[in-house]
């Protein structure tokens, strides 16, 4: 009785201690250098400050721990933190660190369980912010302007095509007008084509028609789709606020500040910049946004930090922006305690618990909340258009519009010198048949015996009639007119109207 009673308070005495936490003085490292998480103002400091510096003060009075703090300002936590194998200690037993926790680590050390999860974003120059917030900028944003390129650059080309295909018509509309009218018809026909599906004067060219009909329904369907996008992004906008998205094309070629060496694979190759790693990202923010960093369109971090350097710089006035976070490895990833595997696993679980019931009292997201502010975006109004295809859009629009002025300079010359001087011996060949079959025709100060007008000018040219059959012609034109002839006599010069 007395050997089991014995057995009985040797289990509980043992139960007991492996429950109660070591009566241990604590030696924890505060990592600088990383508001708003941690940081000191010097190396002798007496506190550290920021939000996993605050939890960890009221991780203490729960658990009625002692510690003592060093400042700590390097980069590299590790040989702190990994056990000796001769003596089986640690330098430090736990960092107040905004530390990652992944699975190389976890082989060096312990985590506690996850404080916050962790995205990144990217802090932007004014260049790159995209966001509208008045009809005014609305109307002049860039997929606006893409649009009418767009439309511009289909007109004008079907512009080009009525111009050729017209100039080989004698008789069509486009022939009457005068020379420098008949290139800016042919453009309002073609941006009449592709709004409106038609053209509000006549085409005499079949080619023309048929290839008016494909534009036209191209550039109905072109604009509803457009107009649709384009409808249903402001509407968005209206309804709720719509982070500012950073798009793999609109920071393509640029250079980048980023945090860690984790970030450089997905910036470089995803959203297309040149990374440059920087030790003290929050040191590079602040030269960045007072203007000594031209170099850099911006910096990747942790969507907190840029946060916080956004706010801290007060530069949203001038267009500073941070773009909408992003999870460059498909999950968040958690940030914790690293604590070293020399200390008690009693006190280890006792900090563990503590976190526990700190996260279901709602004091670790209050905690969160005061130290984690939040960035004011505005309301993204404009659709992101890859530079690659508007470059393109442009490349084939300069093209278009130098052919059509130097097709309209070589077709104008045309007009002036080959057509013309054609046309002047053509006139020359009817008066010299003209003569020819009807032997001399009285002079232009004489009236023929018929009393019909013997000439008449034409286009600024004298046209001589020899036959009766040609006086006779034009008589009943003039009649069915209502216009008059002038014989030549009665004024010296033969007019016809």
């Known amino acids: 009785m007395l050997f089991a009673l014995s057995i009985i308070v040797f289990l509980a005495v043992t139960f007991a201690s492996a429950q109660t936490p070591l009566a241990v003085d604590l030696r924890v490292g505060c990592r600088m250098g990383q508001p708003p998480f941690n940081d000191a103002p010097s190396v002798s400091a007496a506190t550290c400050e920021g939000m996993f510096a605050a939890i960890f003060y009221r991780l203490m009075e729960r658990t009625n721990l002692t510690y003592s703090l060093t400042m700590i300002d390097e980069g590299n936590l590790d040989p702190y933190l990994i056990v000796n194998s001769t003596t089986g200690t640690s330098q430090l037993d736990m960092f107040i660190s905004y530390h990652t926790v992944t699975q190389s680590r976890l082989a060096l050390y312990d985590f506690s369980m996850a404080v916050t999860e962790s995205d990144d974003a990217v802090a932007l120059s004014p260049k790159y912010r995209i966001d509208a917030r008045d009809l005014g900028t609305t109307l002049l944003s860039k997929s606006v302007f893409y649009v009418f390129l767009v439309i511009a650059t289909i007109g004008g080309a079907m512009g080009v095509v009525i111009f050729v295909c017209e100039f080989f018509i004698p008789d069509s509309y486009m022939n009457s007008l005068p020379l420098w009218k008949r290139f800016l018809w042919c453009m309002e026909m073609g941006l009449e084509n592709v709004l409106t599906c038609g053209t509000s004067e006549d085409v005499s060219s079949q080619i023309a028609r048929s290839i008016r009909a494909v534009v036209g329904v191209m550039g109905m369907s072109m604009l509803c789709i457009f107009g649709a996008v384009i409808s249903a992004q402001l509407t968005n906008a209206s309804l709720q606020v719509t982070d500012v998205d950073v798009t793999s094309g609109s920071l393509q070629g640029t250079k980048l500040a980023v945090a860690s060496s984790t970030l450089v694979p997905y910036v470089q190759f995803v959203i297309g910049a040149t990374p440059v790693v920087e030790s003290n990202i929050n040191e590079f923010a602040e030269r960045w946004y007072n203007g000594n960093e031209p170099d850099f369109a911006g910096f990747v971090a942790a969507t907190q930090i840029c946060n916080f350097e956004h706010n801290l710089a007060a530069k949203a006035d001038d267009g500073y922006t941070?773009?909408?976070?992003?999870?460059?490895?498909?999950?968040?990833?958690?940030?914790?305690?690293?604590?070293?595997?020399a200390v008690p696993r009693a006190t280890y679980h006792t900090l563990q618990t503590a976190l526990a019931h700190m996260r279901d009292d709602g004091e670790l997201g209050a905690l969160q909340v005061e130290y984690l502010a939040?960035?004011?975006?505005?309301?993204?109004?404009?659709?992101?258009?890859?530079?690659?295809?508007?470059?393109?859009?442009?490349?084939?629009?300069?093209?278009?519009?130098?052919?059509?002025?130097?097709?309209?300079?070589?077709?104008?010359?045309?007009?002036?010198?080959?057509?013309?001087?054609?046309?002047?011996?053509?006139?020359?060949?009817?008066?010299?048949?003209?003569?020819?079959?009807?032997?001399?025709?009285?002079?232009?100060?004489?009236?023929?015996?018929?009393g019909l007008p013997n000439s008449f000018y034409w286009n600024g040219r004298h046209v001589a009639l020899a036959s009766a059959e040609q006086r006779a012609v034009l008589s009943f034109v003039v009649k069915h007119l209502e216009c008059h002839a002038v014989p030549a006599v009665a004024t010296g010069e033969s007019q016809a109207a």
């Open 322 to 341: 941070v773009s909408q976070p992003f999870v460059r490895s498909g999950v968040p990833e958690l940030r914790a305690f690293p604590i070293s595997h």
């Open 374 to 450: 939040s960035v004011d975006r505005g309301s993204a109004t404009d659709i992101p258009v890859s530079p690659r295809a508007e470059l393109a859009l442009q490349t084939v629009a300069g093209i278009i519009y130098c052919a059509a002025g130097v097709l309209t300079l070589l077709l104008m010359g045309y007009t002036l010198f080959v057509k013309k001087k054609s046309l002047s011996e053509g006139w020359e060949d009817e008066e010299e048949a003209a003569e020819g079959a009807g032997g001399a025709p009285p002079p232009p100060n004489e009236a023929h015996a018929d």
